[in-house]
Nanobody
Framework: QVRLVESGGGSVRAGESLRLSCAASGAVLSISCMAWFRQAPGKEREGVASIARNSTVNYVDSVKGRFTISRQSTNTLYLQMTNLQPEDTGMYYC??????????????????WGQGTQVTVSS
């Protein structure tokens, strides 16, 4: 099992930036893919970005050109967010999978989840 702990959330104004971090521990060598999901109040959880072991990245259309996912070694995942907008507000979750790289379209196949860090963007 993999334990994931997020940090870096906060409250910012539209147009500002934040960097989220995720520290992984436990069976980190078994991780094949990591991702960030988010959930806004009253909405379903949605995938934001993923990065596979071979460094292939994927983004949801709404964050392309503004967010960058990166991974440092096997233990740390980042999400650099620029030009934040109010619609980016939500709880952001660090996620890992130990068997492949599931689609961002579903939460269903991801193995391990962090507790989340809150991002609030005001206009």
């Amino acid at each position: 099992q993999v334990r994931l702990v997020e940090s870096g959330g906060g409250s910012v104004r539209a147009g500002e930036s934040l960097r989220l971090s995720c520290a992984a521990s436990g069976a980190v060598l078994s991780i094949s893919c990591m991702a960030w999901f988010r959930q806004a109040p009253g909405k379903e959880r949605e995938g934001v970005a993923s990065i596979a072991r071979n460094s292939t990245v994927n983004y949801v259309d709404s964050v392309k050109g503004r967010f960058t996912i990166s991974r440092q070694s096997t233990n740390t995942l980042y999400l650099q967010m620029t030009n934040l907008q109010p619609e980016d507000t939500g709880m952001y979750y660090c996620v890992a999978d130990r068997y492949g790289c599931p689609s961002l379209a579903s939460t269903r196949y991801w193995d391990d989840w962090g507790q989340g860090t809150q991002v609030t963007v005001s206009s």
